[in-house]
């Protein structure tokens, strides 16, 4: 099983230290494999000047952008499109009462809509039922995260999950 891309949290700090690009520059990354995920609560308007330097630096090293947690603090549409991040992860908070509540349902169908029209990928987090997981799926998500699809797992308990799907591809392939 392929793994496309991992996405890692950077807090605020991180990203302002004078020796990141420096570090990031000496990895041995392809182009999109790397994100960085940043989460809502920075404030992006208190970071702005340093996050516009940094933020095209580290896209120029191939390195996608996310902004986590959408939906619950800083970020804005103003945000989304200063920084043109890859994907968009709505907050569990958010995706949690869609199966009963149809305005929570025409909130996440905006988001995503806002994500189309600046071609930004959304996740939606938090999904704990198949249920949840269709509902989204017809609202247009992208990429769905949560204990419906997969619990955490320690990276042994990972790559034995990979080769078990890895497995059953093959299978499906072989068919």
């Known amino acids: 099983m392929q793994i496309p891309h991992v996405s890692v949290n950077i807090s605020a700090r991180r990203l302002a230290q004078t020796n990141l690009l420096a570090e990031l520059s000496e990895l041995p990354i392809a182009k999109g494999r790397l994100c960085f995920e940043l989460l809502e609560t920075i404030s992006f308007d208190d970071l702005q000047p340093a996050l516009t330097e ?35 992860k709505i907050d569990r908070e958010i995706i949690k009462p869609i199966i009963a509540s149809p305005s929570q349902r025409r909130l996440v169908s905006s988001i995503v809509e806002i994500g189309r029209s600046l071609n930004i990928d959304i996740v939606a987090e938090g999904v704990e039922t198949m249920e949840h997981a269709r509902i989204l799926k017809d609202l247009g998500c992208h990429l769905l995260q949560g204990y419906a699809l997969a619990r955490p797992m320690t990276s042994e308990q990972l790559i034995e999950f990979c080769r078990m799907k890895e497995g059953d591809f093959q299978r499906q392939a072989d068919r």
Do not use: C, N
């Open 54 to 88: 940094i933020i095209p630096a580290v896209k120029a090293l191939g390195i996608e952008i996310e902004i986590d947690d959408f939906g619950t603090e800083h970020a804005s549409i103003v945000s989304l499109l200063r920084f043109e991040p890859r994907r968009l």
